[in-house]
């Protein structure tokens, strides 16, 4: 059974770096690709950018480049980091495994049980 | 970006009616549409890819059809456990995006 698990701290300081990691089990995270996610009331569901074991990665341009998403496939977990935070990016990220079964196109399975971060001094 | 747009926002409806939902892609996506569910306070949950077929163990009771830019998700008989909202999410091109969501409510 595919099961992800994020982390990290659920207050972040305005202008600061947010840092979540979301651990895989069930399934290495040499396949897939390995995705993030975020949810709130004003923005309903916005996807944040990918990684795929090779490296490979793209992310939302609303986010104007403050997205990196990277892999450690020796702890079979990845992470995200969201730099110069402001309120609006207060959310619940999920992490998700993305299922591809053609190179282009997939879908998200499963989810994390989200987590949900706040920015605020 | 490929706006996703979902009607109604919200419905009320009794155990054992027959559930519409509808989600228009802003351009053609193929059949590249995924429907998810979500319950309060848990994480989305899969549901259809690909317009139309179901994710193995959810009920029959749920249908998805269309292509191109209109899509629908179905529920012939609603249960109690399907209350909550779906989302409709487009693959077709990143930044993948979702629909707005339709929160199915009791009557």
């Known amino acids: 059974q595919v099961q992800l698990q994020e982390s990290g701290p659920g207050l972040v300081k305005p202008s600061e770096t947010l840092s979540l990691t979301c651990v895989v089990s069930?399934?290495?995270?040499?396949?897939?690709?390995w995705n993030w996610i975020r949810q709130s009331p004003g923005k309903g569901l916005e996807w944040i950018g990918y990684?795929?074991?090779?490296?490979?990665?793209n992310y939302n341009p609303s986010l104007k480049s403050r997205a990196t998403i990277s892999l450690d496939m020796s702890k079979n977990q990845f992470s995200l980091k969201l730099s110069s935070v402001t309120a609006a990016d207060t959310a619940v990220y999920y992490c998700?495994?993305?299922?591809?079964?053609?190179?282009?196109?997939?879908?998200?399975?499963?989810w994390g049980q989200g987590a949900r971060v706040t920015v605020s001094a | 970006d490929i706006q996703m747009t979902q009607s109604p926002s919200s419905l009320s409806a009794s155990v054992g009616d027959r559930v519409t939902i509808t989600c228009r892609a802003s351009q053609s996506i193929n059949n590249y549409l995924n429907w998810y569910q979500q319950k309060p306070g848990k994480a989305p949950n899969l549901l259809i890819y690909a317009a139309s077929t179901l994710q193995t163990a959810v009920p029959s009771r749920f249908s998805g059809s269309g292509s191109g830019t209109d899509f629908t998700l179905s529920i012939s008989s609603l249960q109690p456990e399907d209350f909550a909202t779906y989302f409709c999410?487009?693959?077709?091109?990143?930044?993948?995006?979702f629909g707005g969501g339709t929160k199915v409510e009791i009557k």
């Open positions: 990684i795929y074991y090779s490296g490979i990665t």
């Open positions: 998700a495994r993305e299922v591809r079964p053609l190179e282009w196109w997939g879908w998200f399975d499963p």
């Open positions: 999410q487009q693959g077709y091109s990143t930044p993948l995006t």
């Open positions: 069930g399934v290495s995270t040499s396949r897939y690709y």
